[in-house]
Each structure stands twice: as structure tokens, then as C-alpha cells.
């Protein structure tokens, strides 16, 4: 069996590209960002949340987030940890409710 290491082959590089081009599509549809923290319920009209990391968003809208597996979300259900003004952090909605 022969051994490859990175670099030797185009896989890495094209696994590479692929992630890159996941990350960049996820920013541009939710401004979202790859190392960004975010939280959504375990079960609606639970007050339990998930705490993830974002991966990409799907054909349908909903978003993939890593919470030690895969898990699509529906955008409306996604918080975002943000710092403050005051150097605190806080969960805002990645989409605003009507009104705000």
C-alpha cells in the first residue's frame, strides 16, 4: 500500500478549494463565518439550546451546523454569539423577527 502525504496529491488541494468555496458561499448568502459560535433549540419551545459551528448553507435555505454531528437548521432558528459594546457577548437572531 503506498503512502501519501499532503501535498503530493491533487486531493488535498481540491478538498481544500471545495471547503473554501462552502465558506465563502455561507458568508455571502448569511454573513455568517466559518468560526463563528451560534445556538438554536434542541426542541422547538425548548428553552435547551445546540451550540455549533456553521458549515454551509443547502439548496433549501437551511443551514448545516456541527454540533458533534451534522444538523440542518432553518435560519429563523439560529442565534449568533456577538460582543458588545462593551466587550460582553450576547445571542442575536441571524434573522430579525418582524418589526426589529
Known amino acids: 500500500m503506498a503512502v501519501q ?27 455568517l463565518r466559518s468560526d463563528d459560535t451560534v445556538r438554536f433549540p434542541k426542541m422547538a419551545g425548548l428553552s435547551t439550546y445546540l451550540t455549533g459551528k456553521p458549515l454551509s448553507v443547502n439548496a433549501d435555505g437551511s443551514i448545516n451546523v456541527w454540533v458533534g454531528k451534522v444538523r440542518a437548521i432553518r435560519p429563523e432558528a439560529i442565534e449568533v454569539k456577538m460582543q458588545g459594546p462593551r466587550g460582553g457577548f450576547n ?3 441571524l434573522v430579525p423577527k418582524d418589526g426589529e
Open 5 to 31: 502525504l499532503k501535498g503530493q496529491s491533487g486531493w488535498d488541494d481540491k478538498a481544500k478549494a471545495a471547503r473554501e468555496a462552502e465558506a465563502q458561499a455561507l458568508y455571502e448568502a448569511t454573513m
Open 91 to 93: 445571542w442575536e437572531p
